[in-house]
């Protein structure tokens, strides 16, 4: 059973940065790619960014420059370093995880198979 569990959120001002994590476990083998979703209150969820078992990582161009995902495979650890954060960054942050070849790699959560309970982020003016 996967399980993943975030944590890092919290309260910042605008331009500040926060480092997100997301703690996973149950994977039988590498053969996974994992991803951060957002969901703003009274929004759809939207895509962030991606990372696959060999390190190709996706970002959507509202976060193009500001945010890098990250992996350490020794600690089963997934992250999201957020930088030069906007008030339009806050939402609850999923951490979320599929199977797929080592070099497969989605953007879509109907892809993702595990999801975490999320962590909220909030961005100040």
């Known amino acids: 059973q996967v399980q993943l569990v975030e944590s890092g959120g919290g309260s910042v001002q605008a331009g500040g940065s926060l480092r997100l994590s997301c703690a996973a476990s149950g994977f039988t083998d590498s053969n996974y790619y994992m991803g951060w979703f957002r969901q703003a209150a009274g929004k759809q969820r939207e895509w962030v960014s991606s990372i696959n078992a060999v390190g190709t990582t996706a970002y959507a161009d509202s976060v193009k420059g500001r945010f890098t995902i990250s992996q350490d495979n020794a600690k089963n650890t997934l992250y999201l370093q957020m930088n030069s954060l906007k008030p339009e960054d806050t939402a609850v942050y999923y951490c979320?995880?599929?199977?797929?070849?080592?070099?497969?790699?989605?953007?879509?959560?109907?892809?993702?198979?595990?999801w975490g309970q999320g962590t909220q982020v909030t961005v100040s003016s």
């Open positions: 979320a995880a599929a199977r797929g070849s080592g070099i497969y790699i989605s953007r879509f959560g109907v892809d993702f198979a595990y």
